[in-house]
């Protein structure tokens, strides 16, 4: 693989599902885990989605915290941020970035191996 091209690699199987990755307008990616659990939340970025195969349907727009989404579906949460502010720099960049999640594993691509 030389020239710089970037390749689309599979993930490790046991991932796939398991996990999002968000990209917000800053370019930086949050990885968001599927939470069973409600409650501990306080200290995360939260959103409601649904997975479709590989595709990825929000159902509520991003949160901070345990009162985010309330709609039926899938809670995913991002418990990476450090801090409160932190928490809402992270949910700015993902609502500025206009893009949707996507699936960890759906053809992520490997970075770049120079020659």
């Known amino acids: 693989m030389g020239g710089g091209a970037a390749a689309r690699v599979p993930a490790a199987p046991a991932a796939i599902g398991r996990f999002l990755v968000w990209k917000g307008a ?3 990616a949050y990885v968001f885990s599927r939470v069973d659990d409600r409650r501990d939340l306080d200290d995360a970025v939260t959103v ?3 997975l479709d195969g590989v595709a990825v ?3 509520a727009a991003p949160a901070v915290g345990a009162d985010g989404p309330t709609v039926a579906g899938e809670i995913w ?3 990476l ?3 409160a ?3 809402r720099r992270a949910l700015a ?3 500025a970035g206009g893009r949707l999640p996507e699936l960890f594993g759906a053809a992520m691509p490997m970075p ?3 020659a």
Request: hydrophobic share 60%; aromatic share 4%; glycine share 4%.
């Open 77 to 79: 949460a991002h418990f």
């Open 57 to 59: 349907r929000l159902l």
């Open 26 to 28: 800053s370019g930086r």
């Open 93 to 95: 960049d993902l609502i």
């Open 112 to 114: 770049a191996i120079a």
């Open 85 to 87: 502010a932190a928490r």
């Open 81 to 83: 941020a450090e801090d």
């Open 48 to 50: 409601a989605a649904r």
